[in-house]
């Protein structure tokens, strides 16, 4: 067997893994939910922002599914950029926060949105916020697409647009992972709660 071949073998057995586990999730939000939560988000983000010309900065990765939804539906004149920071670097739990990419758009003197995929416990979205302010941003607003309904999230900091409360269980779709996979999966789903 080539090394090729052997390659390609282990990406089909790992294929089959993952469709295997989603096979076993449970959908929570579906497609065309999800859609109307967009359109839904994309009206309250326009009737605020419309004449502000904001920069509108996705959170990478899993804010790429919802920005993109948003920014579509968002006719008036905008910039685009992105920022990548991180607690979870492919784990499931959040260590300290690490920056790969700060916003290349100058920020001074102007308004920002943030989108990103979910509002967790809020620690990577409050800091970016607040690197955005100590970057002379006027007025910073958040945007996300889901927010997990839990108790344990950071003190003063809340998004102003949210798209749709799920239960606090480990979800994917619509930007959010699993080891890097399904961001790309129409609707919100669980991974199965253990017993």
């Keep these: 067997m080539t090394q090729e071949s052997s390659l390609v073998s282990a990406a089909r057995t790992r294929a089959a893994e993952l469709n295997e586990l989603f096979a076993t999730c449970d959908c929570l939000v579906d497609a065309e939910t999800m859609q109307a939560v967009y359109a839904r988000l994309a009206d309250q983000i326009t009737h605020v922002l419309h004449d502000r010309l904001p920069v509108v900065l996705a959170v990478m990765n899993g804010g790429l599914i919802p920005a993109g939804a948003l920014l579509s539906r968002l006719n008036f004149p905008l910039e685009i950029g992105y920022v990548h920071a991180t607690r979870y670097r492919g784990e499931t739990q959040g260590g300290a926060l690490q920056w790969l990419a700060l916003p290349q758009i ?90």
């Design 106 to 195: 100058p920020l001074a003197e102007r308004e920002v949105l943030i989108i990103d995929d979910v509002f967790d416990e809020g620690v990577t979205l409050k800091s970016i916020a607040a690197s955005c302010r100590d970057a002379g941003a006027m007025r910073v607003w958040v945007a996300v697409a889901t927010n997990k309904v839990h108790d344990h999230k950071v003190s003063d900091f809340l998004p102003d647009f949210v798209g749709i409360d799920v239960p606090d269980r480990f979800i994917l779709g619509e930007g959010l992972d699993y080891n890097g996979f399904f961001r790309n999966v129409q609707g919100i789903y669980a991974l199965p709660q253990e017993n």
